[in-house]
């Protein structure tokens, strides 16, 4: 009984109150801290929340502005399908009339081939002028140009017209068809063609392939002498003077002019039959000249004729005598019955 009483005295010793106190202070400090940490982490998750919903939103932001732009994009593709796919025959702007309607009239009126590039400055002329209808051609480019003649001169080929479009070295014609040439014949007997004979042809030939040449080397492939056909072809425009070999002497070289092109129906040399082939064949070559001889003015002096200078060649193929001048049929080959004809 006695240390119940004891103990009991004890427990209610300031002491005892105090450690106890202490305790409950302790404790309640622990479990403000505990709030405040709980608060915290809420806080911190709360934030972390608002940056994840702000992150999503960007997110959608973004793939929003991707898809209008791929939608654009894709669009714009479709717009320039769209223009490609246009058939270059039809109406190219507004105003009623199509290019290939213009770029037809413009070969129709012309006398001689046109090129792209002039079509193109016949279209900015005209929109200069202030007509309205010319003016929705005045910033076409050549190749427009050009995929227009070329698929005109395709629509005209599928049709059975009396007339087709043809390009040359000069550019797009328009022209009739060969088939009708007995009739237009009649239309200007004046207009006979000129004939070529075998022997011109050959050497017309030779030129042709092997360009630029000497009068040399074509006389050592036909051997026989071509004055007369040089001559011919000369006259005739189909040849002109390209210029001067770099050998002694230095003897003229021959080719072919742009109006051998446009007889032809050429583009470009090769489009010449079997060009490839016919330009590897090996084919005789004329001896090389020998310098002129340290003695030459001697000879000279003594009388004795002088060899003709490159000046004077040149002159006389430039300029020559009409009154010496062979004719083509001077040559040692006899023509061929079946001449062609040169307009």
């Known amino acids: 009984m006695s240390r119940k009483r004891k103990s009991k005295k004890i427990e209610e010793s300031p002491e005892a109150v105090e450690a106890v106190e202490a305790v409950e202070a302790v404790e309640a400090v622990e479990a403000v801290e505990a709030v405040e940490a709980v608060e915290a ?3 911190v998750e709360a934030v972390e929340a608002v940056e994840a919903v702000e992150a999503v939103e960007a997110v959608e932001a973004v793939e929003a502005v991707e898809a209008v732009e791929a939608v654009e994009a894709v669009e714009a593709v479709e717009a320039v399908e769209a223009v490609e796919a246009v058939d270059p025959t039809e109406v190219v702007e507004a105003g009623g009339f199509t290019l290939a309607q213009v770029c037809e009239a413009i070969l129709f009126a012309s006398q001689k081939p046109v090129s792209a ?8 002329g005209a929109a ?10 005045a910033k076409t480019k050549e190749p427009e140009i050009r995929e227009t003649l070329s698929g005109l001169a395709l629509d005209l080929q599928g049709r059975d017209t009396t007339y087709e479009i043809r390009e040359t070295a000069a550019g797009w014609q328009l022209v009739t068809r060969p088939h009708f040439a007995p009739w237009l014949r009649q239309l200007f007997p004046e207009n ?3 004939r070529l ?3 011109a042809l050959e050497t017309l030939a030779i030129i042709a392939y092997r360009q630029p040449i000497t009068r040399a080397d074509i006389e050592a492939v036909r051997g026989v002498a071509v004055d ?4 011919t072809l000369l006259d005739r425009g189909l040849v002109r003077i390209g210029g001067r070999a ?3 002497g230095r003897p003229l070289l021959y080719e072919t002019t742009q109006f051998f092109m446009e007889h032809f129906g050429l583009r470009d040399l090769d489009e010449l039959p079997n060009a490839g082939e016919l330009r590897k064949i090996p084919l005789p070559t004329a001896a090389p000249p020998q310098a002129p001889a340290a003695e030459a003015p001697a000879a000279e002096s003594s009388g004795e004729p002088a060899e003709p200078t490159a000046e004077g060649l040149f002159a ?10 062979p004719s083509d049929s001077s040559d040692s080959e006899p023509p061929a019955a079946d001449e062609n004809p040169l307009a």
Do not use: C, H, N, Y
Request: proline fraction near 14%; hydrophobic fraction near 40%; charge should be negative.
């Open 246 to 248: 770099e050998i002694p």
């Open 197 to 199: 004979s075998a022997p």
């Open 128 to 137: 200069e002028t202030g007509d309205a209808a010319a003016v929705p051609f």
């Open 192 to 194: 006979r063609p000129a």
């Open 41 to 43: 982490v809420e806080a």
């Open 228 to 231: 007369g056909v040089m001559q």
């Open 117 to 124: 590039k002039e079509i193109r400055q016949f279209l900015k």
């Open 316 to 325: 006389e193929a430039a300029d020559p005598p009409k009154d010496d001048l």
